[in-house]
Nanobody
Framework: QVQLVESGGGLVQAGGSLRLSCAAS????????MGWFRQAPGKEREFVAA????????YYADSVKGRFTISRDNAKNTVYLQMNILKPEDTAVYYC?????????????????????WGQGTQVTVSS
């Protein structure tokens, strides 16, 4: 069982920054690929960023590339999403997700259906 708890969301003006954190419980975090997804009101959940268990590989949605950075600290069982140059269209509930058992592949995953566990989400609101 893995529990994920996101934090760091809030209200920020366009052009500002936020850093989201996702703290994971359980010993399997260090071999788990992690992802960030978001869901805006009235829209489907969409992929934002992903990172392999080692942190060596990352991938971003085109809409956030160059503005967002995903990273992880396996010693702290935490994954981060640094969000810079925020835009109103970034407004959404942000979720982190964990995919277990990726030690040998050390890959990232883009599809929400690949992930086994999800956090409860944290709201990010960007005002214009």
């Amino acid at each position: 069982q893995v529990q994920l708890v996101e934090s760091g969301g809030g209200l920020v003006q366009a052009g500002g920054s936020l850093r989201l954190s996702c703290a994971a419980s359980g010993r399997t975090f260090s071999s788990s690929a992690m992802g960030w997804f978001r869901q805006a009101p009235g829209k489907e959940r969409e992929f934002v960023a992903a990172i392999s268990w080692s942190g060596r590989s990352t991938y971003y949605a085109d809409s956030v590339k160059g503005r967002f950075t995903i990273s992880r600290d396996n010693a702290k069982n935490t994954v981060y999403l640094q969000m810079n140059i925020l835009k109103p269209e970034d407004t959404a509930v942000y979720y982190c997700a964990a995919k277990l058992g990726t030690y040998y592949s050390d890959s990232y995953y883009l599809s929400e259906y690949e992930y086994h566990y999800w956090g409860q989400g944290t709201q990010v609101t960007v005002s214009s």
